[in-house]
């Protein structure tokens, strides 16, 4: 007679200390939307992913005795190095294609909402500050009102004044 085995195989092969370090990144991210989403309903659901990542991540932290991001500066940087980049939008990640089509979108969206004050730098390496007009997720400009005057810049030299 044949006998079916059943086995339980993990979706990610990483060990504490790596999980650990994408937990912290998952929770900045959330911390981010949280910040970004304009909607009630929105800012409630990111504060419950932060929560329940924030626990798993002092558990782990006591249980293993490490530093995390809410406890070693060097950490929060390094976590934060991962997340944002010099300009543009923190790079975001999403556990798989469906979040990241359902998710993709509203991140940029929101990131650059219009009436949003951003950073840019100009062709003389200037950094100028205004509000956004205009954007659309996924074009390469983004639409800045400084001072009354409409500018198209690159969204790769673009980031929130705010966060």
Avoid at 116 to 142: K, L, M, N, S
Wanted: charged content about 30%; hydrophobic content about 35%; proline content about 4%.
């Amino acid at each position: 007679m044949e006998t079916l085995t059943l086995k339980c195989e993990k979706t990610r092969e990483l060990s504490i200390y790596d999980f650990f370090v994408v937990l912290q990144v998952e929770w900045l991210q959330a911390d981010i939307r949280q910040k970004i989403y304009p909607g009630e309903k929105d800012k409630k659901y990111w504060g419950r992913v932060k929560e329940g990542k924030e626990n798993t991540i002092l558990k782990i932290a006591e249980r293993n005795n490490l530093p995390n991001l809410f406890t070693d500066p060097y950490i929060k940087t390094d976590i934060c190095n991962r997340v944002f980049q010099k300009s543009s939008y923190p790079l975001f990640t999403y556990k798989n294609a469906d979040m990241k089509a359902e998710l993709e979108y509203l991140d940029l969206l929101f990131y650059y909402y219009k009436g949003t004050e951003v950073q840019f730098e100009q062709e003389d390496g200037h950094v100028q500050t205004g509000i956004v007009a205009a954007y659309q997720p996924f074009d390469t400009f983004i639409t800045v009102n400084v001072k009354g005057v409409h500018t198209r810049v690159p969204v790769a030299k673009t980031r929130r004044a705010v966060l």
